[in-house]
């Protein structure tokens, strides 16, 4: 299903938890909706379920307004991150349920149940009960249950929220595979910028009620709007006073009161006469290093300026205190409000500039 937003607004009492925000979704996306707690994810799905009404602006569903449609009338599946299935219902009744409702015929409905059951992995558990099932188990059965009607789009609210660590990963690209197999329009939130990264198509940065940028995973990677976008995808810092860092002196007059953000892998560091563009590097500290499994992280202090950077595990290992040399090859530039500027490379740039 194609789905548009038009001005969306909600607000409690005198409080605007979602202001203005307006997308286009097409038809068979998978789009993850990221962002800080509070910031109205939940709001715009609830608004999408017909669960919440619009305070203003416009709901369309293939070009059809569908403000005033209850939910059960949207053509809508919802899963949720507490599961809520029925307990004490079977796998296979619980996948039933909205079948039920719909008023379909037993072998209808047991083939359709049939059907998800293979789909989702679960042929077998028909007959448990929700407590005699896996915290994956229980969310697969919370998929099915929620396609089981054939809906046309597919709201997934922190789908892998209470799942631990190891079983999440697997599930995430389990539910892509999923998604794409079944051709549903699907929108999840989420807070955790691995999973947008991983299972989207397109990623809606919403912060403050604001819808910051849409894109795919890589395009807001590679041109945050602002740093606070920027902070939701991929690693970061933030340098408020340019002057301290050498070839952006001509940035830093330009603008005054320009930022910088910098990502880990626009920093190369070597040890004292390493790097060769020798002009330009600044002396820096090991402030601290951590091991990641594949690489280290390693944070470095050019005055009481903080930088990230990562180390590849083949190279010395740096300790801190350790004295170290750093070349900035790129930063984004953002003004005072924050909106971006330029980008800022060294001319000598290994790294292509243009993206
Ligand atoms: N029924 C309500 N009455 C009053 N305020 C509400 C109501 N529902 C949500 N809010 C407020 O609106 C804001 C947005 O909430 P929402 O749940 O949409 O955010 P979220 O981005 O989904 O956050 P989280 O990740 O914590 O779920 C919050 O400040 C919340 O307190």
Redesign the pocket.
């Known amino acids: 299903m194609h789905i548009e937003v038009r001005n969306l607004n ?1 607000s ?2 005198d ?1 605007n ?2 202001q203005n925000v307006s997308f286009e979704i097409e038809k068979g996306h998978l789009i993850g ?1 990221l ?12 608004m999408l379920a017909g669960l ?1 009404s619009p305070t203003s602006g416009d709901i369309l569903f293939h070009g059809k307004r569908v403000n005033d449609l209850p939910p059960q009338e949207r053509g809508i599946g919802f899963v949720f991150q507490n599961y809520a299935l029925f307990k004490h219902m079977t796998v296979f009744d619980n996948i039933a349920f909205g079948l039920k409702v719909k008023k379909q015929s037993k072998e209808q409905i047991r083939q359709r149940v049939t059907e998800l059951v293979e789909l989702t992995g679960l042929k077998g558990f028909e007959h448990r009960y929700v407590h005699q099932l896996s915290g994956g188990q229980r969310q697969r059965v919370a998929f099915a249950r929620a396609l089981a009607p054939e809906p046309q789009l597919l709201l997934l ?2 789908p892998f929220a209470a799942i631990d660590a190891k079983i999440r990963t697997e599930l995430r690209t389990w539910l892509k595979e999923m998604i794409e197999r079944v051709g549903i329009t699907s929108i999840f ?1 989420t ?1 955790d910028q691995d999973e947008a990264i991983e299972v989207a198509d397109e990623i809606m940065i ?1 912060g403050k ?1 604001k819808l910051e940028q849409k894109g795919t995973p890589w395009e807001i990677y590679k041109n945050p709007q602002t740093p606070f976008v920027a902070s939701f995808i991929g690693e970061s810092t933030v340098v408020e006073d340019l002057s301290v860092l050498k070839g952006f002196e001509s940035a830093a007059a330009d603008h005054p009161g320009t930022k910088a953000l910098i990502r880990p892998e626009y920093i190369e560091i070597g040890r004292p006469g390493e790097i060769k563009l020798a002009s330009a590097t600044l002396d820096a500290n090991v402030k601290d290093v951590h091991f990641r499994g594949s690489e280290w992280l390693v944070e470095l202090l050019v005055g009481n300026v903080k930088l990230i950077t990562y180390r590849s595990l083949e190279k010395e290992v740096l300790r801190p205190g350790d004295f170290v040399n750093v070349l900035v090859h790129r930063a984004y530039l953002f003004n005072d409000n924050d909106s971006w500027i330029a980008e800022n490379s060294l001319k000598t740039d290994p790294m292509p500039v243009h993206i």
């Open positions: 909600k409690f009492g409080f938890a979602v909706l962002g800080p707690s509070g910031g109205g994810k939940t709001s715009i799905l609830r919440e609210d922190e939130v807070h919403i009620g």
